[in-house]
Structure formats: C-alpha cells, structure tokens
C-alpha cells in the first residue's frame, strides 16, 4: 500500500513551527496517513492475509489431517462446482438463510415501524419505555439463543401458556419437529433485532422536518395520506440503512441458532453460517468450506448491492 | 374568486402550561390588506400563524375570516395558505408533484390539475423547472414552489412566514418585488410574519407590532415609525432605533422640562399631552434624525458629543447628557468634535412621550403624514 | 402533524409490546434465583417461592459445580468470566485507540472516498464461519492459537471498523476552526488534534468504547473456535454448559447468562444516544 510507503519517512510535522508548515504544505497529507496507518495495518495484516488464505485454499483440497496447505493440491473450481451443482444440504441452507432473512426482516421492520410510530405519540413515561424496549438489542446473541432455548422446553413457560390457551394436546415439541424449529428460531431472531428497527426508523421519523408534515396537512393530506405520501418517502434511505445492515447479519446468523437447535432436528434449521462452521470445525473440510465461505460473499454483495446504491449515496451525505 | 375575507382575531390568547404565548390579542385585517406581524423571536407571532392556520388551537378567544369563526375548523378546511420559513419543499417529489399535491390528495380532475399547475406554474415562474428535482433548485425557486404549491389551493388569505430571512442578499430584493407583483396580480389578503422591520416595511401596509404576546401597534409603516404607541414599537424599529430617556416633567416658571437628575430638556408646550402631571415617570422618545443642530434660544437641550461614526452620506453621533446617552444622525457635512459640547433641538411633532410604567404613548397619534421626510 | 395522545387501543399494544420484551429477560433472572428443586419442575414454576442467590456461588465454586458434573462440566465459570473480562478490556482499548487515530486521520486530512464504506460494509458481510478458518491455520501455524494475543487481535480487526467509524462521526461534528485556532497559538497540528478534539469527543469516545466493548463482550464465533484449554470466554462457557445435555444445570447457566448480561445491559442505557449510531457505522446520527 502506498500510504505504508509513503509515511515511512520521518515527517516530523509535529515539531515545525507554522511558517515552515505552511511552505511545506503538501506535506499535511503526511500526518493523515501516520494515523489512519495502525488502522490499515491491522485490517491488512488480520483480514486481508486471511481471506487472501482462504481464497488460494478454496481452489484446494486440502485437509489440515493431510500436512501442510503449500502442498494441497490445485483443484481449480471443483469445490465450487460440487457446492452448486451437487451439494443439496449447501443450497438448502442458502434457500433458507434467506428464507429466514426475508421473513425476520419483515416481522422486525412491520414491528419497528408500527411501535416508532406510536412513539411519535404523546404520552407519560415515554423516554422510559423507550430505553426498556431497546433492551434485547443489548442482550448478548449467545444469552438470548440460550433464554429462548429455555423458554421453548417442552415442559417451559411457552408451553404452559399454550396449554393453558389451547389445551395440553395443543403444545409442540418446539426443537424435535422442522416447522416449530424454525418458527422458533424467527420469533428468537425477531425478539432480538426488532429493537434496532425501532430504534433506527424512530431516529429517521423524529428527523423528518415538522414542516414537511405541517406543510401536507395544511394542503389537506389525512394523516395516513401525510405518512404514505411525505413521511414514508422521507425515510427510505434510513429503511435502506436499516435493512442492509440488518439483512447483512441474518445471513451470517450463527449464534442464536447454535445455542437454540444446533440447526437440528437433522438440517432444518441449518443456516449458512452453521453449515460452513460444521464443514470446517466438525469434519475438517476446510477446503471446501473456504470455497462455501465465498460463494455467500458473492452472492451477499450482489444482494446488498441492489439495497445498497441509495444507501451509499445516504452514508456519504451524513459523512459531509 | 372568492371574495377577498377579513381576518379578525378576538380575545385571541394562547397557553402553554403556565407561560403565556399569546396574550389575548384582537386585530382587524380588512380585506385585501397586506399586513406583517413582526416582532422579535419569541413574541407569540409564530403561535398566532399557527393559530391562525389551524396548527394549534387557541387557548381562548376567536378566528373569524369573513365574519365566520374557524376555530376547531380543521387546517385542510379553513382554506388558508401558509408558505414555511424554510419552504417545506417536498424534496421527493418533482416541482410540478410539488405544485399538484394538494389537488392530487383532494382527487381533482387529472386535466384540472394539469391546468391548474401550469397556470400556477407561470404565476410563480417555474415553468422551466416544472420537472426538475427540488434538490436542484435555488433557495428562491424553492421558495417560489413553496408559494405555488400553497396558490393552486386558491387559499383566501395567504401567510407567509419569515419570507425573505432565507434568501441571499442578491435575491431578497428581487423577490420583494415579485412578492409585491404577486400580491398586485393576486389581489388577495396576505399576512407576512417577521422579525425583520426592513422586510415588513418593503412587503406590508400595515404593521402589526408584537412583543410579549401583545400587539403594540396596528398602523401604517409611516406611523408605526413616526408615531410608535409603546415604547417597545420605538425601541423595535429603526436603526439606530428611537433614542428613549427616562425621567419625570419639571415646570420651571412658564418653560416645561423633562429632567433625570442634571440631565434636562426644554419641551414646547404642545408636546405634553392633557393630564400629564408633574412628577409622573415618563419616557420621552425622539428619533436619531429628528435630532438638529441649533444655537441660542431654538436649543432643547446641550449634550456631550462623545463618539463620532462617518457612515458615508451621514455621521451618527454618540451624545451624553447626564445619565442619557443618545444617538443622533447628522448630514456627513455637520461639524461635530468628539469632547465639544451641542446645542439641539427637535420639532415637537417629532417628540414622543410615553408613560413610564406601562411604556404606552401618552401624547395623542396625529392623523396620517409623513413622519421623517 | 401536532402530537396526538395516545388512545387506549394504542396504549393496551404498547403494553403488549412491554411484556414481550420483559418476558424473556424476567423468565432468565428468576431462573438464575430459583433453588436447584425448582429448575426444572413440572409445570415450570415463574416465580420461586424461595428465591436463592446459590446458583451465582455455585458458578464460581469448582467443587461444587463437579457434584451436577453430568457429561463432563466440571470447569466453574470464573476463568470464563476472567477470560471475557482480560480479551474484551485490552482488545476495547486497542480498538477504540488505533480507531481514534484513523478517525481523525480519516477525518481531517482523508479523502474517505466513495468507496470507503461499500468497502466496510464488504468485509462485514464475510461469514465470520469463514474467516474463522484461515484464522485456525494461520494461527496454529504461528503459535496463536489458545491464546490470548490471538483472540484480541481477531476482537481488534473485527471491531476496528465500528470504532472508527462511529469516532469519525464524532470528530466530523467537532469544527476544524477550532483546532486551527489553537494552531495559531503556536501548537502543532497533532497537539491541537490531541489538546482540543479529543477533550471536546469526550463523550463520544466514552460511548464508542462502551459499544465496542458490548461487541468484544458478545463474541462467540472466534471465541468457539479459537479456545481449547488455555483460554475461556463466558459465551463459549455458556455453551459448554448447554453441550453438556445439562438439562440439570439450568440455574446456574441462567447465573451465567445473567452474570454476562448485566454488565451489557448497564452500558447499553448508558449509550442508548448513540446505539443507532455505532450500529450504523455513523450513518444515522441520532
């Protein structure tokens, strides 16, 4: 990297008197680059090189019982190959994490949108109902897969409630059966994350100028008209932010689901993430799981990518 | 057209838990009026647009236009036009989705709304435009969307709100002269609120002052510059504003004077109203320019000249009579030495006298004239 | 639109919405409190009749945690507690002082490009299942695996973009006239930088450290596959525990859970401003 190079040499800014500063002005450029420098080094060094590794190792097929990576074998695209074509557990869990993203993202924005909504109500104990409903957001993912991993026992308070609702005949075996898995997984998910969409569109309405939404009703708009037509458009680029960071980590879900189900019973909750985890961790194909790893990246920035476009353009405007 | 409405406001008086806002205003606004309520920030004169557009609801008191009240009337059905300080431009929609919104959301005809932005659109002068992005636009065509989009409604009194305090220098004047030519074409009752006095004299008629909730005058430019009824009115306008001086009338032998301790002024008998005693606390006010450089017998009153400002085709100087500092605004070509004392005087249809507790005008408003010419 | 009361429909949803939220936390602390009969009686019991703070000694008592040793969990949980407390410090630290520096780096003299945070974004978007792995390898190769160095250096790189990022937001709200002042005082540009923006982000940095400390807190990922035996961290302990088919141990993992929660929880209300802003990489202000 050029900014590596370049403040190699002893700039010494912080010592010159102003005159001198200001003959050497180009020099500015110098400082700035001493300290963006730990940061890119660490980013090189603890990022770059491994996915660098793994890249290389996904054309590969090696295996760490089979010594070192340096003499693995080159396979060329095999390992993708055998991922697209033949690999159904593959394809399933990447139909799946992105079943799950889509209906998780809708729950959690349906919610946050309406609860920021009532927030722009009046009414006692507002600042402290605002801080206890963001709470989950704080809860650590782990505590939170493992909270509802209790409460979805068979013999737990879900259960109780539902048996009490419906009858004993009425409760599931929440981890034993697909469809309760997963429904388990979402409500976990959603429980988690709805908070973040509360918070993130609640900040994107309170910035909405007064006067856009004074200016509607004095034309003559009802309210449902004021936030369709005026609000709504408003806040598409925070929607957008909200989204892609949101849809960027239900695709990388792995710590809920490996305290709830362990992507169990059998693959049905299996997400991407835990099928490239088992792939490397449990039956050490490393290799192929390299190449899994970036076939998810490919097609995540393909996907953010069409969400995103807008989304950058919001990012630089804050940055001015 | 609708016929033009007069606005009346009675008793109008808005609160917010225990301050007051509006402090039980009345105002008549006749029809085809062009009127500014101004007044410094904080005043009550943003609350009383707001009432008066249906954004708030009075406290107490009553919105009458054309003789029927509109309060509880909600804003969509009062038929007033407001124009934002910062426009509110929608900036997701295009200039024309911008001029058409209010018929759009009333479910107009399509080809009446298509008629009726062009039409607007000429008036306002964004035919060009008509399909750019708010985002391209200059903070006068923006402006001009504003008053566009609020136009096409047909509203029958039009607000406008600090119009010209967003513009650059270059282009308010430009755009005082097209509101001026806009409210000719138009013809109908405007309402401009604003803290600024050179805004409201170049758009307005007539002047509503406000401070504190209260309005202080109602009147013409000429004579809420000329004759301000409060104190506040003659502090508010003018720059350098109205000197004011406090003190009490002393009446020595046949000559009247107002006095603070050393401090004195000679008064013409005219000046003093009927049953203003000795001894009352007054304020007497009398204008920088009112002030006349003048010897022997003619002066009023002998002042320190302390500072001198040139300020190109005239100078203001700084005078010091007693614990009385006041500006005066002489032709460049006046001698004036910094450390000499001046003699001086002002006609008395020029002084101002106004109770001192209440700050309100004791000597009689004189019918309309040319106050300073 | 003037603000409008809220009707009692709305009131009854926002109701609902609180103890949905609550629920979960409620049902987590009062099994943490219940005594070992309790754990898991049938039918589940909410509140115990005989609240007990037992489980949180237990969790920190070797020989007793080996009296439930059911499928091999006889470790207590203070070198996990230990061992969150040691990575999450030091790599927090790290990550927030080399974020400072870019931050301002990136602030004041960068042309942070169009690109910039498409590229951030990028990197996020990589599994950390997949990152993992070479992480493994290298790290076995160099001797880093196990440790502590490793992990910190994984919990630097991974939090480094949050902390700049969010830090960038802050010195961007700083003026630059005010630095420039200072430097017609006779400073340096660094010593403006360090004298006058730093003070005045004060409170940005404060809850930027707190927020990156939250994420170095909840990691498990590289925790999981980084740890054989030298090293623990609370989540990772927390999933030995539910491994262990130790449906008999719920008070004490819901003391853990508990143990690892409290702490985030507190520093969560205490950046609550600034949640929106950290978690959007500075994009949304407030």
Same mark, same amino acid.
């Given at each position: 990297m050029t900014a590596a190079v370049e403040s190699q040499e002893p700039t010494a800014v912080p010592t010159q008197r102003p005159a001198a500063r200001r003959a050497r002005r180009p020099r500015r450029l110098g400082l700035g680059r001493i300290l963006t420098l730990p940061g890119q080094m660490v980013s090189v060094i603890v990022l770059v090189v491994p996915l660098s590794v793994a890249f290389y190792m996904s054309f590969t097929d090696w295996s760490p019982t089979r010594g070192s990576l340096l003499d693995a074998a080159f396979v060329g695209l095999e390992n993708y190959w055998e991922l697209l074509v033949y690999d159904t557990r593959f394809i399933e869990a990447v139909i799946r994490t992105l079943a799950l993203t889509v209906v998780c993202l809708s729950l959690e924005f349906t919610l946050g949108l309406g609860l920021a909504v009532l927030f722009l109500r009046k009414f006692r104990g507002k600042s402290l109902l605002f801080s206890v409903l963001l709470t989950p957001m704080m809860v650590l993912p782990v505590v939170v897969g493992y909270t509802f991993w209790m409460l979805f026992q068979s013999n737990g308070p879900i259960n109780q409630i539902i048996a009490f609702l419906f009858g004993a005949d009425a409760t599931p075996e929440w981890f034993r059966e697909a469809p309760f898995a997963m429904t388990a997984v979402i409500v976990t998910e959603v429980w988690h994350w709805t908070p973040l969409f509360f918070l993130i569109l609640l900040s994107g309405l309170n910035a909405v100028p007064d006067n856009l939404t004074r200016a509607a009703v004095i034309l003559g708009a009802k309210p449902r008209q004021v936030f369709w037509r005026v609000i709504f458009p408003v806040l598409k680029p925070v929607i957008m932010v909200a989204l892609v960071i949101r849809s960027m980590e239900v695709i990388k879900l792995f710590d809920e689901v490996f305290m709830l %189900?362990?992507?169990?019973?059998?693959?049905? %909750?299996? %997400?991407i993430s835990l099928y490239i985890y088992k792939l490397a961790f449990?039956?050490?194909?490393l290799a192929y799981g390299a190449a899994a790893a970036f076939l998810v990246l490919v097609g995540t920035l393909f996907l953010v990518s069409l969400l995103l476009t807008p989304v950058s353009e919001q990012l630089i405007k804050s940055r001015r | 057209m609708t016929a033009a409405p007069k606005l009346e406001l009675r008793g109008l008086r808005k609160d917010f838990g225990g301050f007051t806002a509006v402090d039980s205003i009345d105002l008549e606004i006749e029809a085809g009026d062009t009127v500014a309520l101004l007044?410094? *920030?904080?005043?009550g004169k943003s609350t009383t647009l707001n009432m008066i557009v249906g954004l708030e609801e009075p406290t107490s008191g009553d919105i009458l236009v054309d003789g029927r009240s509109v309060v509880g009337v909600p804003p969509q059905d009062r038929n007033i036009g407001l124009v934002f300080q910062d426009y509110a431009v929608f900036t997701h929609m295009s200039v024309r989705k911008n001029l058409s919104f209010g018929l759009e959301i009333r479910r107009r005809p399509r080809a009446e709304i298509g008629r009726a932005v062009d039409e607007v659109a000429e008036l306002v002068g964004l035919s060009e435009v008509l399909d750019e992005s708010p985002r391209v636009l200059s903070s006068s065509q923006l402006q001009r969307v504003g008053i566009g989009r609020t136009l096409i409604m047909k509203p029958s009194l039009l607000l406008l709100d600090e119009?010209? *305090?967003?513009?650059?220098t270059e282009l308010r004047t430009a755009m005082r002269q097209q509101l001026r030519q806009l409210q000719l074409e138009y013809g109908q009752t405007l309402i401009y609120v604003t803290h600024d006095q050179i805004e409201a004299i170049s758009l307005a008629n007539k002047i509503a002052v406000m401070s504190m909730g209260a309005i202080r005058q109602f009147d013409s430019a000429d004579r809420t510059y000329g004759q301000p009824a409060h104190t506040f009115v003659a502090s508010f306008l003018g720059s350098p504003p109205m000197n004011l001086m406090e003190g009490e009338l002393r009446r020595e032998g046949r000559a009247l004077c107002f006095a603070n301790g050393s401090a004195a002024i000679a008064l013409p008998q005219e000046v003093l109203p009927h049953g203003v005693e000795e001894g009352r606390d007054l304020v007497l006010g009398i204008r920088p320019e009112s002030l006349q450089v003048a010897a022997g017998e003619a002066a009023m009153l002998e002042a320190r000249v302390t500072l001198v400002e040139p300020m190109g085709p005239e100078k203001i100087a700084t005078l010091r009579i007693g614990n009385w500092e006041l500006k005066g605004l002489f032709a460049a070509g006046t001698r004036l030495v910094e450390g000499e004392f001046l003699s001086l005087t002002a006609q008395a249809t020029q002084i101002c006298l106004f109770d001192?507790? *209440?700050?309100?005008?004791l000597n009689p408003l004189r019918p309309e004239e040319p106050a300073w010419a | 639109m003037p603000a409008r009361p809220l009707g009692v429909p709305l009131a009854l949803v926002l109701a609902t919405a609180l103890v949905l939220t609550l629920f979960p936390i409620f049902w987590i602390v009062m099994t943490a409190i219940k005594p070992p009969t309790d754990w898991n009686a049938v039918p589940a019991i909410w509140v115990p009749a005989e609240p007990t703070l037992v489980n949180f000694k237990t969790l920190f008592d070797a020989e007793a945690i080996r009296e439930y040793g059911v499928g091999g969990v006889s470790q207590s949980a203070t070198a996990a507690v230990g061992g969150s407390i040691l990575a999450s410090v030091v790599a927090t630290a790290l990550s927030v002082l080399i974020g400072l520096l870019a931050a301002i780096g990136l602030s004041r003299?960068?042309?942070?490009?169009?690109a910039t945070p498409l590229v951030i974004l990028s990197a996020r978007m990589f599994p950390p299942a997949a990152i993992a792995v070479p992480f493994v390898i290298i790290f076995s190769a160099i001797n880093l695996i196990d440790t502590y160095v490793g992990l910190i250096a994984i919990y630097v790189a991974i939090t480094l973009p949050f902390s700049t990022w969010m830090l960038k937001s802050f010195v961007d709200d700083v003026p630059r006239e005010i630095e420039e002042a200072e430097m017609i005082d006779g400073r340096s540009r660094l010593m403006a930088h360090l004298t006058v923006t730093i003070p005045l982000i004060r409170g940005g940095l404060f809850s930027t450290t707190l927020f990156i400390f939250i994420l170095n807190w909840s990691e498990f990922l590289f925790a999981l596959v980084l740890s054989y035996s030298s090293i623990n961290t609370i989540p990772v302990q927390l999933a030995k525990y539910v491994t262990a088919m130790a449906g008999t141990l719920y008070g004490v993992q819901a003391a853990l859970a508990v143990v690892a929660m409290v702490p985030l929880v507190v520093f969560g209300f205490l950046i609550q401003k600034h949640l929106a802003r950290g978690m959007t990489f500075g994009a949304i202000k407030r």
């Amino acid at each position: 990297m050029t900014a590596a190079v370049e403040s190699q040499e002893p700039t010494a800014v912080p010592t010159q008197r102003p005159a001198a500063r200001r003959a050497r002005r180009p020099r500015r450029l110098g400082l700035g680059r001493i300290l963006t420098l730990p940061g890119q080094m660490v980013s090189v060094i603890v990022l770059v090189v491994p996915l660098s590794v793994a890249f290389y190792m996904s054309f590969t097929d090696w295996s760490p019982t089979r010594g070192s990576l340096l003499d693995a074998a080159f396979v060329g695209l095999e390992n993708y190959w055998e991922l697209l074509v033949y690999d159904t557990r593959f394809i399933e869990a990447v139909i799946r994490t992105l079943a799950l993203t889509v209906v998780c993202l809708s729950l959690e924005f349906t919610l946050g949108l309406g609860l920021a909504v009532l927030f722009l109500r009046k009414f006692r104990g507002k600042s402290l109902l605002f801080s206890v409903l963001l709470t989950p957001m704080m809860v650590l993912p782990v505590v939170v897969g493992y909270t509802f991993w209790m409460l979805f026992q068979s013999n737990g308070p879900i259960n109780q409630i539902i048996a009490f609702l419906f009858g004993a005949d009425a409760t599931p075996e929440w981890f034993r059966e697909a469809p309760f898995a997963m429904t388990a997984v979402i409500v976990t998910e959603v429980w988690h994350w709805t908070p973040l969409f509360f918070l993130i569109l609640l900040s994107g309405l309170n910035a909405v100028p007064d006067n856009l939404t004074r200016a509607a009703v004095i034309l003559g708009a009802k309210p449902r008209q004021v936030f369709w037509r005026v609000i709504f458009p408003v806040l598409k680029p925070v929607i957008m932010v909200a989204l892609v960071i949101r849809s960027m980590e239900v695709i990388k879900l792995f710590d809920e689901v490996f305290m709830l %189900t362990r992507g169990g019973p059998g693959t049905a %909750t299996e %997400t991407i993430s835990l099928y490239i985890y088992k792939l490397a961790f449990a039956d050490f194909q490393l290799a192929y799981g390299a190449a899994a790893a970036f076939l998810v990246l490919v097609g995540t920035l393909f996907l953010v990518s069409l969400l995103l476009t807008p989304v950058s353009e919001q990012l630089i405007k804050s940055r001015r | 057209m609708t016929a033009a409405p007069k606005l009346e406001l009675r008793g109008l008086r808005k609160d917010f838990g225990g301050f007051t806002a509006v402090d039980s205003i009345d105002l008549e606004i006749e029809a085809g009026d062009t009127v500014a309520l101004l007044g410094p *920030s904080g005043c009550g004169k943003s609350t009383t647009l707001n009432m008066i557009v249906g954004l708030e609801e009075p406290t107490s008191g009553d919105i009458l236009v054309d003789g029927r009240s509109v309060v509880g009337v909600p804003p969509q059905d009062r038929n007033i036009g407001l124009v934002f300080q910062d426009y509110a431009v929608f900036t997701h929609m295009s200039v024309r989705k911008n001029l058409s919104f209010g018929l759009e959301i009333r479910r107009r005809p399509r080809a009446e709304i298509g008629r009726a932005v062009d039409e607007v659109a000429e008036l306002v002068g964004l035919s060009e435009v008509l399909d750019e992005s708010p985002r391209v636009l200059s903070s006068s065509q923006l402006q001009r969307v504003g008053i566009g989009r609020t136009l096409i409604m047909k509203p029958s009194l039009l607000l406008l709100d600090e119009p010209l *305090s967003n513009l650059e220098t270059e282009l308010r004047t430009a755009m005082r002269q097209q509101l001026r030519q806009l409210q000719l074409e138009y013809g109908q009752t405007l309402i401009y609120v604003t803290h600024d006095q050179i805004e409201a004299i170049s758009l307005a008629n007539k002047i509503a002052v406000m401070s504190m909730g209260a309005i202080r005058q109602f009147d013409s430019a000429d004579r809420t510059y000329g004759q301000p009824a409060h104190t506040f009115v003659a502090s508010f306008l003018g720059s350098p504003p109205m000197n004011l001086m406090e003190g009490e009338l002393r009446r020595e032998g046949r000559a009247l004077c107002f006095a603070n301790g050393s401090a004195a002024i000679a008064l013409p008998q005219e000046v003093l109203p009927h049953g203003v005693e000795e001894g009352r606390d007054l304020v007497l006010g009398i204008r920088p320019e009112s002030l006349q450089v003048a010897a022997g017998e003619a002066a009023m009153l002998e002042a320190r000249v302390t500072l001198v400002e040139p300020m190109g085709p005239e100078k203001i100087a700084t005078l010091r009579i007693g614990n009385w500092e006041l500006k005066g605004l002489f032709a460049a070509g006046t001698r004036l030495v910094e450390g000499e004392f001046l003699s001086l005087t002002a006609q008395a249809t020029q002084i101002c006298l106004f109770d001192g507790a *209440s700050g309100v005008r004791l000597n009689p408003l004189r019918p309309e004239e040319p106050a300073w010419a | 639109m003037p603000a409008r009361p809220l009707g009692v429909p709305l009131a009854l949803v926002l109701a609902t919405a609180l103890v949905l939220t609550l629920f979960p936390i409620f049902w987590i602390v009062m099994t943490a409190i219940k005594p070992p009969t309790d754990w898991n009686a049938v039918p589940a019991i909410w509140v115990p009749a005989e609240p007990t703070l037992v489980n949180f000694k237990t969790l920190f008592d070797a020989e007793a945690i080996r009296e439930y040793g059911v499928g091999g969990v006889s470790q207590s949980a203070t070198a996990a507690v230990g061992g969150s407390i040691l990575a999450s410090v030091v790599a927090t630290a790290l990550s927030v002082l080399i974020g400072l520096l870019a931050a301002i780096g990136l602030s004041r003299y960068g042309n942070a490009g169009r690109a910039t945070p498409l590229v951030i974004l990028s990197a996020r978007m990589f599994p950390p299942a997949a990152i993992a792995v070479p992480f493994v390898i290298i790290f076995s190769a160099i001797n880093l695996i196990d440790t502590y160095v490793g992990l910190i250096a994984i919990y630097v790189a991974i939090t480094l973009p949050f902390s700049t990022w969010m830090l960038k937001s802050f010195v961007d709200d700083v003026p630059r006239e005010i630095e420039e002042a200072e430097m017609i005082d006779g400073r340096s540009r660094l010593m403006a930088h360090l004298t006058v923006t730093i003070p005045l982000i004060r409170g940005g940095l404060f809850s930027t450290t707190l927020f990156i400390f939250i994420l170095n807190w909840s990691e498990f990922l590289f925790a999981l596959v980084l740890s054989y035996s030298s090293i623990n961290t609370i989540p990772v302990q927390l999933a030995k525990y539910v491994t262990a088919m130790a449906g008999t141990l719920y008070g004490v993992q819901a003391a853990l859970a508990v143990v690892a929660m409290v702490p985030l929880v507190v520093f969560g209300f205490l950046i609550q401003k600034h949640l929106a802003r950290g978690m959007t990489f500075g994009a949304i202000k407030r």
